[in-house]
């Protein structure tokens, strides 16, 4: 069972589905299905029910995360947890993120080599160490996720031989697409390669190549090269096989060091030991109208440019601030419970979540800056 987020952009859906296709022969033994947790259709339930129905009583499901923050560590867990305590006689084994894997550091080795191959066509032979690499993430309100972006940029910035690295990050933390990449212009690289480590695309993806581009029109002497997101490459393909076969070994256990949800990781403190629980039931296989202004189905981000109510621009921050009680072991095995208690309220209209506050929500560089100029 491959778990992923979903999306209101039908492209980064259709993509999910095709790399889920694409398992499909790695398992000649067991059927494959997959689902989303909220804005697209089949839900993760939907796909366990078709699972059941051919006669599957344990079920090994994975999380289509890149790394492992608050869908990874709460909402895809307390979906199956759900699911198997109201089905009797089916077990679900729950294994880990794609995370910081040689196999995904090669994946992203190959899209930033794209784009330079293609820099290279178009503008002409430049060395690596006169090209400055950004990596932009996700971002997440667990500091451990954000910071696996350093390590995944600082990987391929030793590997390959760039001059200068760094990293932004598209939402919830700092530093911003924006001021990242304003920033990296003023260190004088002649080129910079614009990185988005995502799986898949969507207004996320849009936003960083429109900001790319905004910035670049600033500095018209420079080179900003938009590199690919991963999608289905094939070491991608590869690592998701690898996520099953630790399930089958028990050796599927997450890294739980530096933690939020179980240490008092700095800044985070007061995140320790409340109860784990899915914060997508109310979007959960909603799917919206066609976006007016997105083109065959592939986002153009100009709803971002219009009200908040048009096309798919919601104001769903998927800060996520929980933090677990857990033990010793934390396999993540569903033999385990995850507890902390908060209080929190949903505005159906906006999807807007109310969650345990990320602390530097105000920064200067940080996720309240998109919106102050509005």
């Not at 997508?280 to 109208?289: D, N, R």
Request: net charge negative; hydrophobic share 30%.
């Amino acid at each position: 069972m491959i778990c992923g987020h979903g999306s209101r952009n039908k492209e980064a859906v259709n993509q999910f589905a095709k790399l889920s296709e694409r398992l499909r022969p790695r398992f000649p033994d067991y059927p494959v299905d997959y689902g989303y947790l909220e804005f697209a259709n089949p839900v993760i339930s939907n796909g366990l029910d078709n699972l059941v129905a051919q006669g599957c009583t344990r079920i090994l499901a994975v999380p289509g995360m890149l790394f492992a923050a608050g869908h990874a560590k709460n909402d895809i867990p307390s979906v199956l947890n759900a699911y198997q305590a109201k089905t009797p006689g089916v077990t679900i084994e729950y294994g880990r993120e794609l995370g910081l894997d040689l196999k995904m550091i090669k994946a992203a080795g190959a899209r930033v080599q794209e784009a330079v191959d293609a820099a290279n066509a178009e503008y002409g032979d430049l060395p690596l160490t006169e090209t400055m690499l950004m990596v932009v993430g996700r971002g997440a309100s667990d500091p451990d996720a954000n910071s696996n972006v350093n390590k995944l940029m600082r990987l391929l910035w030793e590997g390959m031989g760039f001059g200068w690295g760094e990293v932004c990050y598209s939402g919830v933390t700092f530093p911003l697409v924006e001021p990242g990449l304003e920033h990296a212009a003023k260190l004088g690289y002649k080129r910079i390669i614009v990185f988005p480590y995502f799986l898949f695309t969507g207004i996320l993806v849009r936003r960083i190549y429109n900001f790319t581009d905004e910035v670049a029109a600033r500095h018209p002497d420079m080179q900003f090269v938009k590199a690919g997101y991963l999608n289905d490459q094939d070491y991608v393909i590869e690592t998701f096989e690898d996520r099953v076969q630790e399930i089958l070994e028990g050796t599927n256990n997450m890294n739980c060091q530096l933690c939020k949800y179980r240490a008092q990781v700095l800044g985070f403190e007061k995140e320790v030991g409340l109860k784990q629980e899915s914060h997508h039931h109310h979007v959960e296989g909603v799917e919206t109208a066609d976006c007016e202004y997105c083109v065959d189905n592939k986002c153009t981000n100009e709803c971002l440019k219009h009200k908040p109510s048009t096309g798919h621009q919601h104001n769903h921050s998927h800060d996520h601030g929980h933090t677990h009680a857990h033990g010793d072991e934390h396999t993540h095995d569903h033999g385990h419970e995850h507890k902390h208690e908060h209080g929190h309220s949903h505005d159906d209209k906006a999807h807007d979540h109310h969650h345990h506050p990320y602390p530097h929500a105000d920064h200067p560089h940080g996720p309240n800056s998109m919106y102050k100029k509005d």
